[in-house]
């Protein structure tokens, strides 16, 4: 709710000086008045735009405020709206408006006392208004529950499947152990490093899920200090070749001897991880480049893969929570990577950025400011 809407206010009397002069009453910013000589324009009027209020002259030579307020209360889009009648004190109060059950109903009486009028026009704008931040508030809400919703169950999914595989793979290994011939220890070695490999990618997940908490509660914290960044680079893409080479992919680095720079080494570690396991997640298993670079005041480390790529209307949103791009549903995700990793170079005063066509591959750079060299 940054920027609160004009709120219309409807005047309707068959005289355009009593028009006017209401209208000069009334009229303040934030509030937008439109003006109707009769109940046909104001119905017109009415269905075309949303009003906090109409205030209706009762008498009017085709039809009178009350028929025009009988056909406001019988039509759908106009029956809430609040209705103030005008009328000659005395003259018309034996008359029953047959509406006044279904919607707030107001008389002010000629001759009009602007005080009276200004006032009972704030009640009633205040009023509207307060719905609108209340159906705001009420959509937000539903969109948080569902967002919920459909966090817990991608997370059962995400946790579920691997989780059974180990214990799948657990009794496995208790057969292979206590069988008739006892398996050979670097076979089990090998199903052990494989169990390993899927629990460290559940911790992951989780760790994920704990940093969006942390940054929504701004409890992630940076810790700075002088590292190396084309040294950091190598040992994360020396770590990933590991298990990239199961894949059969690589991922090949350009960097020079050495980029001093400052910040989270940790944190700066994790978001090129990040870059790096989507490069081989959406990269179709062609080479991956890494290219570490210095510009002026900023060093940059780019990585990019030879994948699906992705459509420039993506672009943006993959940078949310839980977003992911069209058609990478069928590779596991929660789409939690890529906001935390723009989170933490914005932390560090840097840019992440995308550039890709679809089919093309993908390259996200990451920029980051280098100390002043003073
Ligand atoms: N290199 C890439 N090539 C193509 N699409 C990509 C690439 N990197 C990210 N994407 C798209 O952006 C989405 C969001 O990426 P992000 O890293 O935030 O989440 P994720 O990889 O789906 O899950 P995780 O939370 O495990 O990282 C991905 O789901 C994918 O659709
Ligand atoms: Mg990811």
């Known amino acids: 709710m940054s920027s609160i809407p004009d709120v219309n206010v409807l005047l309707v009397d068959d005289l355009p000086e009593n028009l006017l002069a209401l209208e000069a009453l009334i009229r303040q910013p934030g509030r937008r008045i439109f003006t109707a000589r009769s109940g046909d324009q104001a119905l017109s009027l009415m269905l075309e735009h949303a009003f906090a209020l109409a205030i209706l002259d009762v008498q009017m030579p085709a039809m009178n405020g009350f028929e025009l307020a009988e056909l406001m209360r019988g039509t759908e889009r106009t029956r809430t709206i609040p209705i103030v009648f005008v009328s000659a004190a005395g003259r018309e109060q034996n008359y029953a408006f047959r509406g006044y059950e279904s919607g707030a109903v107001d008389f002010l009486y000629k001759p009009l006392d602007p005080h009276t009028v200004r006032s009972k026009v704030a009640v009633f704008v205040d009023l509207f208004r307060q719905r609108l931040e209340l159906q705001a508030t009420r959509d937000e809400l539903q969109r948080a529950v569902t967002m919920r919703d459909d966090f817990m169950s991608m997370v059962s999914h995400e946790l579920r499947n691997p989780l059974n595989s180990v214990y799948l793979q657990a009794q496995l290994r208790r057969k292979m152990l206590t069988g008739p011939e006892p398996s050979r220890t670097d076979a089990m070695l090998r199903l052990v490093d494989r169990d390993e490999r899927q629990i460290r990618n559940m911790i992951r997940l989780l760790d994920d899920m704990l940093d969006v908490s942390r940054l929504r509660t701004g409890r992630l914290a940076m810790v700075p200090a002088p590292y190396d960044l084309a040294e950091l680079s ?36 994790q978001v090129i991880t990040n870059l790096l396991t989507n490069a081989l997640r959406y990269g179709q298993g062609k080479p991956v480049a890494v290219t570490v670079s210095r510009n002026g005041q900023q060093a940059s480390v780019s990585v990019r893969d ?47 950025e995308v550039r890709s066509q679809p089919g093309a591959g993908a390259e996200f750079v990451l920029h980051l400011p280098l100390p002043s060299a003073t």
Do not use: K, W, Y
Request: net charge negative; glycine share 10%.
């Open 306 to 352: 030879q994948g699906m790529g992705i459509a420039q209307a993506d672009q943006d949103r993959i940078f949310e929570q839980f977003e992911r791009a069209e058609g990478s549903q069928q590779v596991p995700g929660l789409g939690l990577g890529l906001f935390i990793a723009r989170q933490i170079v914005q932390a560090h005063s840097g840019r992440l």
């Open 234 to 269: 190598r040992r994360v893409v020396e770590a990933i070749n590991d298990l990239a080479a199961t894949a059969g992919c690589s991922v090949l680095i350009q960097a020079p001897q050495a980029l001093p720079i400052e910040g989270d080494e940790f944190r700066i570690e």
